[in-house]
């Protein structure tokens, strides 16, 4: 059996790429082709001597998955958020995997906890109202917190180096993107003004709108985003901004999604339009699936999962359809959250007339594989094999970790 990276501990990793020591230090560890376990920020094997990566792990991982039907019939780990002042849904602002941690932000704060969710390794304090945390692929992560950048370094153990200030008595109220050189922000007062900002060249303004914009959207070299009557994309190689009407009725409170050189978003009569990003001016198209009520939706590997009012839809990105839960299950509502989709299986939380239940599919035959019922808060994370849910039991926030 692998021994742990950090303490020794032999560790069963279950035929996973991805296992936390559970019975030693409680690190995530991942392997190498020739067996050996790694740390989670690891270049290079430390028995092979070869390039690895946890991400190639978490691949791996996530091909191989072969859910059992009690997968979900005891929690790995158990954790009330009490302990993070967090008792109520609003005061979890996003929950992040990233490099074998989980970093759970309220209004002010943020915890870095193991991938068990079991050991605080860093908490960090801002007092401020708004936080946003970017991953970035180099092992490092910005936080924007109120007016305020910052990077973090997990090489150096979580080192926080402030880069600059935004001097300006706007809040930005959208999360910022990374564009490579620079991100951009949206600030917003009694007008909205989209910009660039870098440490070299500080603010530059975009464009100044009398409405809110919904969550911009980086889509190759382009950045996507709309108000209630104009849809915009914003070209990052020459600055350029191209403009159409908004005749769809786009929901400025819903994320737009993106797959390859497209957006989707929801429209009218809960309708949601396929916009191509690949010429000058985006072009939208009306995707052709049943009419549906009350809907939320997710686009992941070239497919589009609709929770709505009656169930759950699975479509191609062109309309075509491939599964509805209808098939399966009792009609109830599912559009509380999108479904969430990994390896060869979609999951869904669907609201029965006395309890909630999530479902866990397996595709392409679309057959049920284990299930668990609770007061879910949160939509469910899958992570390096873990599936992690947040209900509201008796006033305080459990999450919950399973392993697949």
Request: hydrophobic residues 35%; contains cysteine; proline residues 4%.
């Amino acid at each position: 059996m692998p021994r742990c990276a950090y303490c020794g501990n032999e560790v069963d990793f279950k035929g996973k790429h991805i296992a936390s020591c559970h019975d030693g230090c409680q690190n995530t560890l991942f392997l190498c082709r020739c067996g050996a376990t790694n740390r989670v920020l690891a270049n290079w094997c430390r028995f092979c001597g070869k390039e690895v990566s946890i991400h190639s792990a978490e691949v791996l991982t996530e091909r191989n998955l072969n859910i059992s039907s009690s997968a979900l019939d005891h929690p790995l780990m158990e954790i009330s958020l009490s302990q993070f002042d967090m008792s109520r849904i609003d005061d979890i602002n996003e929950i992040i995997p990233f490099y074998g941690y989980i970093f759970i932000s309220s209004k002010n704060k943020i915890f870095i906890l193991n991938s068990l969710c079991n050991n605080i390794l860093e908490s960090l304090d801002f007092h401020v109202k708004h936080l946003y945390i970017i991953p970035q692929i180099d092992k490092r992560i910005y936080i924007f917190a109120g007016n305020d950048l910052y990077s973090m370094d997990l090489v150096r153990d979580f080192h926080l180096n402030k880069i600059l200030s935004i001097q300006s008595d706007e809040e930005i109220d959208h999360k910022p993107i990374f564009l490579g050189d620079r991100f951009l922000i949206s600030l917003r007062k009694a007008k909205t003004r989209l910009c660039t900002i870098s440490h070299e060249n500080g603010l530059s303004e975009i464009i100044t709108l009398e409405d809110v914009i919904s969550q911009p959207l980086k889509i190759k070299e382009k950045v996507f985003f709309y108000t209630k009557s104009n849809i915009f994309t914003f070209n990052c190689n020459n600055n350029s901004i191209k403009e159409i009407n908004n005749l769809y009725g786009f929901d400025i409170n819903l994320e737009p999604k993106c797959e390859g050189s497209h957006a989707y978003v929801l429209g009218n009569e809960d309708r949601i339009y396929r916009i191509n990003m690949d010429n000058d001016y985006p072009e939208v198209f009306g995707i052709p699936h049943p009419q549906i009520v009350q809907a939320n939706f997710d686009v992941i590997n070239n497919r589009i999962l609709i929770s709505h009012s009656n169930g759950v839809l699975v479509t191609s990105v062109l309309g075509q359809i491939e599964w509805s839960s209808d098939q399966l299950l009792s009609n109830h509502p599912a559009y509380k959250f999108a479904p969430i989709s990994f390896g060869q299986y979609t999951a869904f939380v669907m609201t029965h007339p006395n309890i909630e239940i999530l479902y866990v599919i397996k595709r392409p035959n679309y057959n049920l594989v284990t299930s668990c019922s609770g007061n879910f808060s949160l939509r469910p994370i899958f992570y390096a094999g873990y599936l992690y849910t947040i209900t509201d039991e008796e006033e305080d926030l459990k999450m919950r970790v399973y392993s697949l």
